[in-house]
């Protein structure tokens, strides 16, 4: 028994010596990785604190950019109802109306005005030619103009009206037609007298006067958020940079808070396993201590039954 105790108290102390320098090595790596995660969690909360302030400034230009876009969708939803119902009262048109003013030799002077303002608009590159009949309605030519160019083919007429490239009307033609508007002549109690179907005519030409004048407005704004927009693509860029780079450095940290756990509760088994052969290799040696005065005891005990 005395040797087998001495081969386990050998056996203990050489585990004692095999296991303190795997935890002293240990404690190393884990006070050397939390210096890491400390150096880094500082590093992460400096680029933290400016993508913070840098995300506040975009949050705050995306509402600037909206807020205009916004304002030039409201400006502009003024104009479209107009648009809309001219476009509809144009549909609404009988063709063969067209048809009969065409054929008309004396038109009335609000259909000359009319047909005017719409030559202004659908007829370029072609002059009007002044009458040489002093008693002519249409004594600048632009029913005439008309004739040639729009009540040829009223089909067509109609098609372009309601196709009408309105986005691109010179501002130059457009203050043309306001004060022409104007006039009595063109008033909606006369154009209707005239014809029915230029009452619908008129509200066209109306909304496309309507809709320059707020594209005017809504344009400049219409650029400002383009501009700002293009600002904040850049700031965007940035500032997702810089989130990619705070969230590389947490991933990182993610992976040495795992290795620090991993690193501790290794050091703290270790410490566990010499605590414990520590306390077994104690009991062991005062066991061997007894076993040692027993086995004395015993040997002068035979020594002196062998003699006897």
Sequence with gaps: MLKEA????????????????????????????????????????????????????????????????????????VALPALENAVKKVKEIDVNNFYELRGIAKPSPSAVACFKLVCFLMVKGEKPKKSKDAESTDAEGYFDLSKKFLLNDPKKFLRDMIDYDKDHIPD????????????????????????????????????????HETLKIVNPMRETARVMGERLAVVMGALAEKQAQVKEINDNLDKLNANAAALEKQAKELEENLEKCNKMLVRAEKMIGGLEGEKNRWTDTVAKLTKQ
Aim: glycine letters at 0%.
């Design 6 to 77: 001495a081969i386990e108290v050998d056996k203990l102390q050489k585990k004692l010596e095999a296991d303190a320098p795997i935890l002293a090595k240990t404690q190393i790596e884990v006070k050397a990785t939390k210096d890491v995660i400390a150096e880094k969690t500082k590093e992460a909360e400096a680029v933290k604190s400016v993508v913070v302030v840098e995300e506040e400034e975009a949050a705050k230009q995306a509402a600037e950019v909206k807020a205009v876009k916004d304002d030039a969708d409201k400006q502009l939803s």
């Design 172 to 211: 130059a033609t457009i203050q043309k037609l306001k004060p022409l508007m104007e006039e009595e002549v063109m008033s909606e109690a006369r154009v209707k007298n005239a014809s029915n179907a230029l009452v619908a005519v008129r509200i066209w030409i109306n909304a496309m006067i309507i809709y």
